[in-house]
Structure formats: C-alpha cells, structure tokens
Nanobody
C-alpha cells in the first residue's frame, strides 16, 4: 500500500521560507512522478509544482516560479518543496501526490493524473 506523509507546514511571515517534505512509503517511489498541489479556503485544489521520475524535469505554476523549488531524494523516498519569499496568497493546505507512470521525464499538472495523495499540511503566511 502506498502512503504519502507531508510535514514542514506552519505559520510564517511574508518574505520568509519554509520547506515541505513528503515521505512516500511502498514500492512506487522510483516509478512515480511527484507533485505538490494546494487548496485555499473556498478554492479549487491547484497544481503548484511537479517533478519527473528521474528528477530531470520539473514544472511550476506561474504563481510560484522563481520562488519555489521541487526536488526529490530517491534514497530517502522523499520529495521536497522549498518555498522562499512566501506571500499571504500562498496560504493553503499543501498536498503531495504520486503519479505512477511509465515515462521517465513527463510531469503531470492535472489532479486526475495523480494516483495517490497525502493528507495535507497547512501553510499560513501572515502579512
């Protein structure tokens, strides 16, 4: 069974940084592209960042480009989201997700491309 457990959320001030982690149990980590999504109150869950199976391809939402970085450590079965220069509009519950796929370099950006989800971690950015 595949489980994803996020950690690292919290309350920060605008301009500060946070690093989210997501540990993936089970045998699918190496066969999965990984992504981070977020959902603010009253809004749809949206794509934030994704990384391919090999880690050589990444994709970001326009709203976080240049501020967020996604990377993975295959030895630790963990994917990270480094978030810098945080803004109040980044406030949301952040979810990691795994997309088991054949392609080594593709990165999905749609919710329905992802097979497994974590339970989420709250990020709150105060102004």
């Amino acid at each position: 069974q595949v489980q994803l457990v996020e950690s690292g959320g919290g309350l920060v001030q605008a301009g500060e940084s946070l690093r989210l982690s997501c540990e993936v149990s089970g045998r699918t980590f190496g066969r999965s592209a990984l992504g981070w999504f977020r959902q603010a109150p009253g809004k749809e869950r949206e794509f934030v960042a994704g990384i391919s199976r090999t880690g050589t391809s990444t994709n970001y939402a326009d709203s976080v480009k240049g501020r967020f970085t996604i990377f993975r450590d295959n030895a630790k079965n963990t994917v990270y989201l480094q978030m810098n220069s945080l803004k109040p509009e980044d406030t949301a519950v952040y979810y990691c997700a795994a997309d088991v796929r054949y392609s080594l370099h593709a990165v999905g950006t749609e919710r329905n491309e992802y097979d497994y989800w974590g339970q989420g971690t709250q990020v709150t950015v105060s102004s």
